[in-house]
């Protein structure tokens, strides 16, 4: 009896360090797609709307959709928000659980989220 219980205690160890080292690797996959989708978002700058009513870099928010969701292609799940010149992005992910399955825990819902600005580059000697 003895023999069984520290048996699932061991399992169950085994199983919170093993896969809780997948979760955090899958939370720091989420945080990566994230961030390069907002950087892709970020670099969807509007050409109509630059500098010409407040002078500053402004992001089309169709264009930045579409920018992540060609990179997010194979993910179901994220979002995206646009404001001005910021675009932040959400990432959800599915890490199924390999030992702690044996006691009906099957996955885990992880997330990344990440911000990107665009900025206007240096045109010229004087703009160091």
Same mark, same amino acid.
């Given at each position: 009896?003895?023999?069984?219980?520290?048996?699932?205690?061991?399992? &169950?160890?085994?199983?919170?360090?093993?896969?809780?080292?997948?979760?955090?690797? +899958? %939370?720091?996959? @989420? /945080?990566?797609?994230?961030?390069?989708?907002?950087?892709?978002?970020?670099?969807?700058?509007?050409?109509?709307? &630059?500098?010409?009513?407040?002078?500053?870099?402004?992001?089309?928010?169709?264009? +930045? %959709?579409?920018? @992540? /969701?060609?990179?997010?292609?194979?993910?179901?799940?994220?979002?995206?928000?646009?404001?001005?010149?910021?675009?932040?992005?959400t990432v959800w992910l599915i890490q199924p659980l390999q030992i702690l399955s044996m006691l009906g825990?099957? /996955?885990?819902?992880?997330?990344?989220?990440?911000?990107?600005?665009?900025?206007?580059?240096?045109?010229k000697g004087d703009d160091l």
């Amino acid at each position: 009896m003895v023999f069984v219980i520290l048996a699932a205690v061991l399992v &169950m160890l085994a199983g919170l360090t093993y896969d809780g080292a997948q979760i955090l690797i +899958a %939370r720091r996959e @989420a /945080s990566t797609l994230a961030f390069e989708a907002a950087r892709a978002g970020a670099q969807a700058v509007s050409t109509e709307a &630059m500098y010409r009513e407040t002078g500053n870099v402004v992001v089309d928010p169709s264009l +930045a %959709r579409m920018a @992540a /969701s060609e990179f997010l292609g194979q993910h179901q799940e994220w979002s995206i928000s646009v404001k001005g010149d910021t675009v932040s992005t959400t990432v959800w992910l599915i890490q199924p659980l390999q030992i702690l399955s044996m006691l009906g825990i099957d /996955s885990r819902r992880v997330a990344g989220t990440a911000t990107a600005r665009a900025v206007q580059g240096i045109s010229k000697g004087d703009d160091l």
